[in-house]
């Protein structure tokens, strides 16, 4: 007999379910490379914890440094899409992060957010002249931290 040995040829829906895995696997694949990464600097740990939340809850993948110099580390292993930065923390302050980050080659720099307590007007002239994107007095929720990320094009 010729042609093909029909007890040999895989069953439809099995071929059917092969190609979707194969497609499925694609989409986790792809999505995974598209993933938004965030990097919360802080030295507390509350804040870095409550600040992960909310930018996982916004769909970012989140790192977090308890200062600036680990957070400059972490920056030149792999750069974020977004930093949320405490102003005063021990071993490197943000300011001084945030000029050393911004020193730095990178095809695309990150955006950065200032998320801190210090509420003078001059403070906050001085993080966007430093090269902050955008400004958030502590304490904040989760709607105002989205508000400021959606003006930076990161909401």
């Not at 993948?61 to 580390?73: I, M």
């Not at 972490?74 to 977004?82: E, I, N, V, Y």
């Not at 990178?106 to 902050?132: K, L, W, Y």
């Amino acid at each position: 007999m010729s042609g093909p040995d029909v007890e040999t040829a895989p069953p439809a829906d099995l071929t059917q379910r092969t190609v979707e895995e194969a497609k499925t696997a694609y989409a986790a694949r792809h999505v995974q490379a598209l993933a938004r990464r965030c990097l919360v600097v802080d030295d507390s740990r509350m804040i870095r914890k409550v600040a992960r939340r909310i930018v996982e809850d916004l769909g970012f993948e989140a790192a977090e440094a308890e200062n600036g110099e680990e957070a400059l580390a972490r920056c030149k292993a792999a750069m974020p899409d977004l930093i949320l930065l405490d102003w005063n923390m021990p071993v490197m302050s943000g300011m001084e992060f945030i000029t050393r980050l911004r020193a730095l080659p990178a095809e695309r720099a990150p955006r950065v957010v200032f998320c801190t307590s210090n509420s003078d007007a001059a403070d906050i002239h001085q993080g966007i002249d430093a090269g902050a994107d955008e400004y958030v007095i502590k304490p904040f929720d989760e709607a105002t931290l989205q508000e400021k990320l959606r003006n930076i094009g990161m909401g």
